[in-house]
Nanobody
Framework: VQLQESGPGLVKPSQTLSLTCTVSGGSITTNVPYWGWIRQPPGKALEWMGSIHKSGSTYYHPLFKSRTSISRNTVYLQMNSLKPEDTAVYSC????????????????WGRGTQVTVSS
């Protein structure tokens, strides 16, 4: 299974970010239950943002819950009201657990896509 993130590399503050994670060689209904998004701002640690279970249930980090939505259709991420501090590499990943920022807890990782929030 391979994951590939896609989306705009540059977004203006206050705009909405939309990212898609394309899954090839399998689907989100495979034996891996959680599919989600993790980001890494420059010079900072990985941050788990949210996950969707293959049943459709969603889980979000409290910091992002109010402005983030993940849907099962190609593991789509939508995040509104972007700020410069949202600049980061955004990666989709799939694994057994929800809520982890530990790479070891994920079976599949995308290569990540750089998102820069700047006017």
């Amino acid at each position: 299974v391979q994951l590939q993130e896609s989306g705009p590399g540059l977004v203006k503050p206050s705009q909405t970010l939309s990212l898609t994670c394309t899954v090839s060689g399998g689907s989100i209904t495979t034996n891996v239950p959680y599919w989600g998004w993790i980001r890494q701002p420059p010079g900072k640690a990985l941050e788990w943002m949210g996950s969707i279970h293959k049943s459709g249930s969603t889980y979000y980090h409290p910091l992002f819950k109010s402005r983030t939505s993940i849907s099962r259709n190609t593991v789509y991420l939508q995040m509104n009201s972007l700020k410069p501090e949202d600049t980061a590499v955004y990666s989709c990943a799939a694994g057994t657990y929800s809520g982890s920022s530990n790479t070891l807890d994920y079976t599949y990782w995308g290569r990540g896509t750089q998102v820069t929030v700047s006017s």
